[in-house]
């Protein structure tokens, strides 16, 4: 179905705010304007849940997570970034995989499957998107998936 992805994503972010119970931030950076596209919102939102879960798993005491909406000519490019762990380099090509899970020491005690990125990528491609990380360790990582987007005439002119 069309929807704003602009309400969808911040009505989703809300709900994390309202239920974590870590000392983590939110910041939002997103258009003032509405971004119609067409979505499967159960699917849409499984995928941001398992992203933005991570984001907060990872993230240490006091750090900000940041939500972000980008705007290219034929798509939206949509993240969420942390203060996290990271990720190493030579791992990050794996996250996407079933199963995947960086360090079984790290991440044992966090509890998880390895799922839950494979589920976003699935997702994301069943929408015509692409996804990807850029980490860095010790500092944080960002999440980023595209979705193809028409501008109409109506967004030009609003
Ligand atoms: P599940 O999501 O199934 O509960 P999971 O979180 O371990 O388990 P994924 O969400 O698929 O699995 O993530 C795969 C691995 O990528 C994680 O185990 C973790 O090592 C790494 N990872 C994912 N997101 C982050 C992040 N924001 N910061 C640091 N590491 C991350
Ligand atoms: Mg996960």
Known sequence: EWVN???????IIDRFEMAKDQ???????????AIFVE???DKMTQVLYNIISNALKYSPEGG???FSIKEEEDKIIVSVSDQGVGIPKENISKIF???YRVDKARTRKLGGTGLGL???KEMVNVHGG??????????GTEISFSLPYEQTEEDEWS
Request: glycine share 2%.
């Open 39 to 41: 979505i499967d919102e």
């Open 5 to 11: 992805f602009v309400d969808f994503y911040d009505r």
């Open 130 to 139: 692409m996804i990807w990380a850029v980490s860095e360790e010790g500092k």
């Open 97 to 99: 995989d079933r199963f």
């Open 64 to 66: 900000l997570v940041t």
């Open 23 to 33: 000392n983590v931030s939110f910041k939002r950076q997103l258009p003032t304007h």
């Open 118 to 120: 494979a589920i976003a």
